[in-house]
């Protein structure tokens, strides 16, 4: 199981880097929120996937699988959600400043 | 009594929501905002001294202890830098009631403002890395708003580049930690310390240290700074200044804190790497500062020599040149934050930002004149002031460990900022004035008293060298001997 989920994330990491490598501004926050699912999976992965019970203690027998990367992928979720709003609202409005969403174009040497 | 530590981080938020709902009171919010920054800088100073009587103090929210549950830890070296990261701010704060204009301050600038503090404060605090994580993030979140707040366009323009640039900084931290926790099964920083020491840095530890090293080094602006000089020159003056003095500074504590206490094991790999990319640093940190007209990125670039010459202290990596870093970090903090709000008012000045186009400003502004004189001495190292100390000790520890190239670097870049700033003195300070006595703006006390007030800190920084040495040496001591601090993290409960 860990391998295919390994391969997964592999394949979103591609994804992503594809994406994010592009001019347009919303493929590269497009990009960036696939890298989010990407590392979430692997926080989830690296914690080891399901092994045991689930971990409430003296109600099940032990071996208990680990809680502890679903609470770090829960709060880095929150986190990715807030910025990725931030960034959508801010393409949006660069977009209607400055009239572009290519990347190439907001350089911007040259109106200094 | 323990609670006290966590005031830092949630006496900003607090106030920071309640200054949300005040929105149109204009006055109330400068008055509350600052008088919090104070009350913090006043907090950690008690906490300063109880760390020197105490040891070393720690709170384990909800009572769980290490490593189950999640904790702060205040040490010399994180109080010293909450101390001066809540003096800089709170002047800052001060040019920011007459610089930074009503529209801002509608536009919850100072609710912003203290997000910020409470990001970085978590940040020195925290003694667990996923914590660290979600301070960064919290800092970086009101950092773009900060950026961006005003929407003009090259800041839109310059803020897209560097949120980008953070999330995919903020990407590679989730991958490290993720890796880290798969390999060590703990996030906290002193557990992960025992464990690493108990099984040795292998080649995959040393891997992450390397994906670590990325990371911070994204934040800190070291070797992997380009994005840096465009996001600080975009936004107004009390702003650049605060990232130029806070935000930098937290990569480097990060940086400082992993290494000296989780990856000190394969120095030939990590620190050689660190030198290596400090060494660069100076050098492209140096041409960017001659290269440019425009005073904000010759500011800029010397923020980025300053992150170089602070790690080649942690390169280096005896207890001499870590406490010579130390003291520089807190003098640049202070330096920095100057220099940013002198270049910030002599475009107010003058409404021009190349330096050809600026001259004599010492005829109309004279205690403005002498004040940039003060910084760029102070920078330069020059002795009585502030930045001497820093030099002398990573100069002596260089010696010590002999690495004479870094020594070198160090030094020669010292001359370069100081070529770079007397250059901006020569043509902006010194010569004809071009303003005529019609034209003259009146300097705003707003604006001089912050500047008087950060250059009597980089004076008395350097006078009394002799007084903060105390703590100085003991944040060194701690940050050479990592036992000391798990120690005190894992060491049963106080």
Excluded at chain 1, 70 to 90: G, N
Aim: proline share 3%; glycine share 8%; net charge neutral.
């Amino acid at each position: 199981m860990e391998t295919l989920i390994i391969m997964l994330i592999g394949i979103l990491v591609a994804v992503a880097t594809y994406l994010i490598l592009s001019r347009n501004i919303i493929r590269i926050i497009l990009g960036t929120a696939v890298f989010s699912h990407a590392v979430h999976l692997l926080i989830l992965t690296m914690g080891n996937l399901k092994q045991g019970n689930v971990p409430l203690l003296k109600e099940a027998d032990a071996p208990y699988t680990d809680a502890l990367p679903q609470a770090l992928i829960l709060t880095a979720i929150v986190i990715s959600f807030a910025v990725t709003a931030f960034i959508l609202v801010l393409a949006y409005r660069t977009y209607q400043d400055v009239g572009t969403d290519d990347l190439d174009e907001l350089r911007g040497a040259k109106d200094e | 009594m323990n609670n006290l530590i966590v005031l830092p981080l949630i006496l900003p938020i607090m106030v920071g929501i309640v200054l949300v709902f005040l929105r149109p009171y204009v006055k109330l919010q400068r008055a509350i905002s600052l008088i919090t920054m104070i009350g913090i800088a006043g907090i950690s100073v008690i906490i300063l001294n109880r760390v020197q009587t105490d040891g070393i103090i720690r709170l384990d929210f909800g009572g769980w202890e290490p490593p189950f549950g999640i904790l702060f830890v205040a040490d010399s070296f994180a109080m010293l830098l909450v101390l001066t990261a809540s003096l800089v701010t709170a002047i800052c704060l001060i040019h920011a009631f007459s610089s930074i204009g009503e529209r801002h301050e509608k536009m919850y600038f100072y609710p912003f403002v203290l997000f910020l503090v409470a990001g970085v404060n978590g940040s020195f605090l925290t003694g667990d890395l996923f914590n660290l994580f979600v301070c960064f993030e919290v800092m970086l979140l009101a950092s773009y708003v900060l950026v961006t707040l005003g929407g003009t366009k090259p800041q839109l323009r310059e803020a897209i580049k560097y949120v980008v640039i953070n999330i995919l900084a903020s990407w590679f931290f989730l991958v490290a930690l993720a890796y880290l926790y798969g390999t060590v099964g703990t996030l906290n920083m002193a557990h992960i310390s025992e464990r690493v020491a108990e099984e040795g840095q292998g080649p995959l530890l040393t891997t992450i240290s390397i994906l670590f090293l990325i990371v911070f080094s994204l934040k800190a602006g070291l070797l992997l700074f380009y994005w840096l000089p465009g996001s600080y020159s975009v936004p107004p003056t009390a702003v650049a200044a605060l990232f130029g003095a806070l935000l930098t500074k937290v990569g480097i504590y990060a940086l400082f804190r992993t290494f000296t206490l989780i990856f000190y094991h394969e120095l030939l790999i990590s620190h050689t790497l660190i030198g290596i990319m400090a060494g660069i640093t100076l050098i492209v940190g140096c041409m960017g500062a001659i290269a440019f007209k425009d005073i904000r990125l010759i500011v800029s670039y010397n923020v980025v020599i300053a992150v170089g010459f602070i790690l080649i202290g942690l390169a280096v990596g005896t207890e001499t040149s870590i406490a010579g870093s130390i003291y520089y970090l807190i003098h640049d903090m202070f330096a920095k934050a100057m220099l940013f709000l002198l270049a910030g008012t002599m475009i107010y000045l003058t409404g021009k930002s190349k330096i050809d186009e600026m001259s004599g400003l010492i005829r109309n502004y004279p205690l403005f004149g002498w004040m940039f004189f003060l910084v760029t001495c102070s920078l330069a190292g020059i002795p009585p002031l502030s930045g001497f100390v820093g030099k002398i000790l990573v100069g002596q520890g260089a010696i010590e460990s002999g690495s004479y190239v870094l020594l070198a670097l160090a030094f020669i870049s010292s001359i370069v900022v100081l070529y770079s700033l007397l250059r901006i003195f020569l043509n902006t300070i010194f010569g004809e004035t071009i303003i005529s006595f019609e034209e003259e703006k009146p300097m705003k006390m707003g604006m001089i008293i912050p500047i008087v007030l950060l250059g009597i800190a980089t004076v008395s920084l350097g006078l009394g060298a002799e007084f903060i040495s105390d703590y100085v040496t003991d944040a060194a001591h701690t940050l050479s001997n990592p036992s000391v601090y798990i120690d005190a993290v894992m060491g049963g409960n106080k």
